[in-house]
């Protein structure tokens, strides 16, 4: 028998919390926890807004910091819980890691993705260190708003039906150098939060950690065979299994050499992405993934105390501020870059705007060190900002795109501005023509004594007209006359082209090609 505030409880039963003077144990809790962020989640779904949040606020809810039902006193009950789902989380992003494609990619892609993590990442740590909270505080911020989440940003090409966009690879370039770079930030700041007791021991820490990393690395390279050969099973449940096993022996040992116990997750991760078994595994742990990483963002949540948002209101208020502004110069950059238009860029911006779990490993990272306790309160509410804005700013890109001027980008899209660029035209094969087939002026404005503003070309026969803003809008005559679906602009310095059928902007390349990475020349 053991006696909890004054009641008895039988053998065997861990009383956890008690709502409304109610006893439960550790089962009722977590049952009940996930199943209200289920229905918490699900109502999210429905207005278009990302999961995590509702997770997080659910530990907020129904945790010790908030006034009201407690189903957990002390958050530690779950800690190994969500430890399983930070491990499984990050295993299962490394076992999706497309390395081939960030190889394949190009120098220019690795380029724009560290532009845009520099940005963000570098403003992040000159913003905790403005906080004054502490180097260490600063590093952690620095990272939480730095790096967008892989899962929300998918989610978001995929609702807004952006994945044939031609800024839509560059955007999940961005995010892939990302999760490496997560990998490599991680390494650095364990050792760095950790108990140190001199310069000499840091640089020990950080050494084996990157040693840590540089074995794993090793690994994937070349024992991958080996790694397959241990978990391989014809059977769907050993499989499962030996998979398990493997992550939180690989994990456990990170821990215990002073690494975090994530990059071990995410480095094994890698390393089963390069074996055959790779679409295997991916299948039967992401079950596994979900409801883990659930109990992981609850779990957070349980450790937030409401009175102290309160304090962090305006730090939080201004992070996003100062997130929507690096990531607008970092689309601008990224679009420039690429040739695309104030669309593009205002897609790439407002996309990766949103942060999710990754901001939350670094708050645990924080709080498991004993940081400024105002760390974890900021980067929820951070989130829980982010997490209504990010969705609701996507949506409306081509309010951003109206405003960016065309003097940041290479070529005048004045008229195309808002324009999404997308492949999804299926009249590219008219693009036949580059040249106009007589002197570059409107014949009809000529004939009925007009002026035109600006001319556009057919690209189907090379017909030279007037555009819309036009008294005569002859291009547009033209193309009901004819048929010819695809104009391109005949104006010095503008490299667009237009459908008119299905009244998008095409991507610029001889062919329609969407893929910015494969793409290096302007329209023509």
Same mark, same amino acid.
């Given at each position: 028998m053991t006696i909890l505030d004054g009641q008895v409880q039988p053998p065997g039963v861990n009383i956890v919390g008690a709502p409304f003077g109610i006893p439960i144990n550790?089962?009722?809790?977590?049952?009940?926890?996930?199943?209200?962020?289920?229905?918490?989640? $699900?109502?999210?779904?429905?207005?278009?807004?990302p999961t995590i949040p509702f997770f997080m606020a659910t530990g907020i809810l129904l945790g010790p910091?908030?006034? #009201?039902?407690?189903?957990?006193?002390?958050?530690?009950?779950?800690?190994f819980l969500a430890t399983m789902g930070l491990v499984l989380?990050?295993?299962?992003?490394?076992?999706?890691?497309?390395?081939?494609?960030?190889?394949?990619?190009?120098? $220019?892609?690795?380029?724009?993705?560290?532009?845009?993590? #520099?940005?963000?990442?570098?403003?992040g740590i000159v913003f905790g260190l403005f906080l004054g909270w502490g180097v260490g505080e600063a590093l952690v911020i620095g990272g939480a708003l730095g790096i967008s989440s892989s899962a929300i940003v998918t989610k978001l090409l995929i609702e807004l039906r952006r994945l044939a966009n031609a800024e839509t690879p560059l955007i999940l370039g961005i995010i892939v150098v990302e999760d490496l770079f997560l990998a490599l930030y991680l390494s650095?700041?364990?050792?760095? &939060?950790?108990?140190?007791?001199?310069?000499?021991?840091?640089?020990?820490d950080i050494g084996t950690s990157f040693l840590f990393l540089l074995v794993l690395l090793v690994v994937a390279r070349f024992g991958g065979r080996v790694i397959a050969a241990v978990i391989r099973s014809r059977e769907e449940e050993l499989l499962t299994i030996g998979v398990v096993g493997l992550v939180f022996l690989v994990a456990g040992t990170s821990a215990e050499l002073g690494v975090s116990d994530a990059i071990g997750a995410l480095m094994i991760g890698l390393?089963?992405?390069?074996?055959? &078994?790779?679409?295997?595994?991916?299948? =039967?742990?992401?079950?596994?993934?979900?409801?883990?990483?659930?109990?992981?963002?609850?779990?957070? #949540?349980l450790t937030i105390d409401v009175r102290e948002l309160g304090d962090v209101v305006l730090p939080a208020l201004l992070a996003v501020l100062l997130t929507v502004t690096l990531n607008v110069v970092a689309g601008v950059i990224a679009a420039r870059m690429y040739r695309l238009n104030q669309r593009a860029a205002a897609n790439i911006s407002l996309t990766l705007l949103g942060r999710g779990e990754f901001s939350l490993i670094l708050a645990s990272l924080a709080i498991a060190a004993g940081l400024d306790e105002r760390v974890g309160p900021f980067v929820a509410l951070y989130?829980?900002?982010?997490?209504?804005?990010?969705p609701l700013a996507a949506s409306r890109s081509h309010m951003l795109a109206r405003i960016l001027p065309d003097r940041l980008f290479r070529g005048n899209f004045t008229y195309v501005r808002e324009l999404t660029t997308s492949s999804e035209c299926t009249h590219?094969?008219?693009?036949? =023509?580059?040249?106009?087939?007589?002197?570059?002026?409107?014949? $009809?404005?000529?004939?009925? #004594?007009?002026?035109?503003?600006?001319? $556009?070309?057919?690209?189907?026969?090379?017909?030279?007209?007037c555009c819309d803003d036009s008294p005569g809008r002859h291009a547009t005559e033209h193309f009901t006359a004819s048929g010819h679906p695809i104009i391109a602009s005949a104006e010095p310095g503008e490299t667009w082209r237009f459908c008119y059928v299905d009244e998008l902007l095409l991507p610029d390349s001889a062919k329609g090609t969407s893929d910015p990475a494969v793409s290096d020349g302007p329209l023509r």
């Open positions: 550790e089962l009722i809790a977590v049952g009940a926890l996930l199943l209200v962020a289920a229905l918490l989640a $699900r109502l999210g779904r429905r207005i278009g807004l910091g908030t006034p #009201g039902p407690v189903l957990i006193d002390d958050p530690a009950v779950i800690e989380l990050l295993f299962h992003l490394g076992v999706e890691f497309p390395l081939e494609q960030v190889r394949a990619s190009g120098g $220019r892609l690795v380029l724009v993705a560290f532009t845009y993590i #520099g940005l963000n990442v570098s403003g650095l700041l364990t050792p760095i &939060l950790g108990d140190a007791e001199s310069p000499l021991a840091l640089v020990v390393v089963v992405s390069r074996t055959s &078994l790779k679409d295997r595994v991916e299948r =039967v742990v992401l079950p596994l993934r979900d409801v883990f990483a659930a109990v992981f963002f609850i779990a957070f #949540g989130l829980l900002i982010l997490a209504v804005l990010s590219l094969d008219s693009l036949v =023509v580059n040249e106009p087939d007589g002197p570059l002026e409107c014949r $009809r404005c000529r004939e009925d #004594g007009l002026e035109w503003v600006h001319l $556009r070309l057919c690209t189907s026969c090379g017909n030279i007209a």
